[in-house]
Nanobody, 127 residues
Framework: QVQLVESGGGLVQAGGSLRLSCAASGRTFSTYAMGWFRQAPGKERELVAGINWRASSTYYADSVKGRFTISRENAKNTVYLQMNSLKPEDTAVYYC????????????????????WGQGTQVTVSS
């Protein structure tokens, strides 16, 4: 089983950068596709970025494409989300999640396809 803990959130000015980290337990971490979701008050949880188990395929929401980068270091059991050129609309609680299945080639898009979730980290972008 996988346990996930996010860190790196905080308050940043518009145009600034943050790097979120998600530390995972379990030696099978490298076999899971991973995703970063965010949820703002009153909004649905949405997939921001995802990466498959080989790190050979990534997905980015149109709203963050070109600004955010997802990566993973399997040896450290950690997935990252580098967020640049942050905008106030990026304000949300960000969650990392692990695929409910192993060895997924395609990045899952829906929250229901992820079986493990972190507690979330707040990202607030001021104007």
């Amino acid at each position: 089983q996988v346990q996930l803990v996010e860190s790196g959130g905080g308050l940043v000015q518009a145009g600034g950068s943050l790097r979120l980290s998600c530390a995972a337990s379990g030696r099978t971490f490298s076999t899971y596709a991973m995703g970063w979701f965010r949820q703002a008050p009153g909004k649905e949880r949405e997939l921001v970025a995802g990466i498959n188990w080989r790190a050979s395929s990534t997905y980015y929401a149109d709203s963050v494409k070109g600004r955010f980068t997802i990566s993973r270091e399997n040896a450290k059991n950690t997935v990252y989300l580098q967020m640049n050129s942050l905008k106030p609309e990026d304000t949300a609680v960000y969650y990392c999640a692990a695929d409910r299945l192993l060895y997924r080639s395609q990045v899952p898009r829906g929250p229901h396809e992820y079986g493990y979730w972190g507690q979330g980290t707040q990202v607030t972008v001021s104007s």
